[in-house]
Nanobody, 117 residues
Framework: QVQLVESGGGFVQAGGSLRLSCDASRNIFSINRMAWYRQPPGKQRELVAVILSDLSTTYADTVKGRFTISRDNAKSAKNTVYHQMNSVKPEETGDYHC????????WGQGTQVIVSS
């Protein structure tokens, strides 16, 4: 089993930056796929960024060049995946959830991001 706890959300003005963190209860070295999803108010959850164990990344077209997902694969590293959000936009308001796949999907409770215009 993997427990995930997201943090780093809050209020930010449009154009500002935030860094979200997702702390896992086990070493993430053996976890192949880690991702961040966003759920805007009243809408479905949508994929924002993915990082694999080989550190390759994939981003939603709308965030390319502004958001960065990262992880430290060293066995001694913190069990954390990060989500750096720059030049944020009001439409990126929502609950941000961390998702990892380790034999099955695991989700965190989410951290709320509110971008004011």
């Amino acid at each position: 089993q993997v427990q995930l706890v997201e943090s780093g959300g809050g209020f930010v003005q449009a154009g500002g930056s935030l860094r979200l963190s997702c702390d896992a209860s086990r070493n993430i070295f053996s976890i192949n796929r880690m991702a961040w999803y966003r759920q805007p108010p009243g809408k479905q959850r949508e994929l924002v960024a993915v990082i694999l164990s080989d550190l390759s990344t994939t981003y939603a077209d709308t965030v390319k060049g502004r958001f960065t997902i990262s992880r430290d694969n060293a066995k001694s590293a913190k069990n954390t995946v990060y989500h750096q959000m720059n030049s944020v936009k009001p439409e990126e308001t929502g609950d941000y959830h961390c998702d990892v796949y380790f034999q099955q999907d695991y989700w965190g409770q989410g951290t709320q991001v509110i971008v004011s215009s």
